[in-house]
């Protein structure tokens, strides 16, 4: 029996799985309520954005913002995935955290890439894992993660286990090529860590044929995945800025690591192909 259709696509699975349950159907299903519920969120933020943006708060530090949209898209995220997945937890960037009792955790970053998005620069991204175990970062696992980019329409989509792709393609990470590796970076909204953050670019530039610093974590993760940078590393970011995008990572083959002996996390986070990592992680830890 198929699930009740609610407007944009978005189905009512609630009523027709075991609470839990991780079958490779189950896991599919809630991949593709992430998916049509990002590109509902997408279209959201779009719109917002061409209506014009205005920053409603700043959070950690005057850099950090927060705008009307981020708020909104995290409540229209948020309510679809109540009224599909009632016993769900959910763990946003906006609006914190409800536990749940099906086991299955949403971790939910509305607008990756505030600050383009409020700038205007299309390269902004609705961010939807699906994760089990303990709703806590250390002891959770990523069992979907769904990152949409709303400015270009594309969505990576990974299933633990299965894989990652956009539509039909499915993604790869790439060998360390000859000319050096085109890496990516951040920088975290707390000045004091500039510091650290700029003797990690020099330890790495050796390796590098070039850096980015594209400004949304999830989508410099979904190109880790799909080859279209070597390697990316970054300190301070939240839960929420790379548990759909690590998936993705991890399910096209390259490796996610964190600060020494530690999992992927504020620390540190390190994404790349196996070999490329390996030169990260040295050049990182020298
Ligand atoms: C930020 C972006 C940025 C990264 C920051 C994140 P936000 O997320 O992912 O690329 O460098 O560390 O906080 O605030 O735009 O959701
Ligand atoms: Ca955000």
Redesign the pocket.
């Known amino acids: 029996m198929r699930g009740a259709e609610h407007d944009h696509g978005v189905v009512d699975l609630a009523h027709e799985l075991p609470a839990g349950a991780r079958s490779v159907g189950h896991m599919q299903e809630l991949a593709a309520l992430a998916e049509n519920i990002a590109r509902e969120a997408g279209d959201l933020a779009r719109r917002r954005r061409a209506e014009g943006v205005t920053v409603a708060a700043s959070k950690s530090s005057l850099a950090?913002?927060v705008t009307e949209a981020?708020r909104e898209v995290e409540a229209l995220i948020r309510r679809r995935l109540a009224r599909a997945r009632p016993g769900d937890g959910f763990v946003g960037?906006e609006s914190g955290a409800s536990r749940g009792t099906s086991g299955i955790t949403w971790i939910v970053?509305p607008?990756?890439?505030?600050?383009?998005?409020a700038y205007g620069i299309p390269h902004?991204a609705v961010s939807i894992a699906a994760v089990t175990g303990e709703p806590i970062p250390e002891e959770w696992m990523p069992e979907i993660g769904v990152v949409h980019n709303a400015a270009t329409g594309e969505t990576f989509t990974g299933i633990r286990g299965r894989g990652a792709r956009i539509g039909q393609t499915r993604l790869r990470v790439s060998m360390p090529p000859s000319a050096g590796a085109l890496l990516a970076?951040?920088?975290?909204?707390d000045p004091a860590q500039h510091d650290s953050d700029l003797a990690r670019i020099r330890a790495v530039m050796p390796l590098a044929r070039d850096l980015r610093?594209?400004?949304?974590?999830?989508l410099?993760l979904a190109y880790v995945a799909a080859g279209r940078l070597d390697g990316y590393f970054?300190k301070?970011?939240?839960p929420?800025?790379h548990a759909a995008g690590g998936l993705l990572v991890t399910e096209a083959g390259g490796v996610m690591g964190g600060a020494p002996a530690g999992r992927p996390g504020r620390e540190l986070v390190i994404a790349a192909g196996p070999q490329t990592y390996e030169l990260l992680r040295a050049a990182i830890d020298r």
């Not at 607008?111 to 998005?117: C, K």
């Not at 610093?213 to 999830?218: D, I, L, Q, T, V």
């Open positions: 950090d913002i981020d960037e970053d607008i990756d890439g505030t600050v383009n998005y902004y970076t951040g920088f975290g909204y610093r594209a400004g949304a974590a999830s410099d970054e301070g970011l939240q929420w800025d």
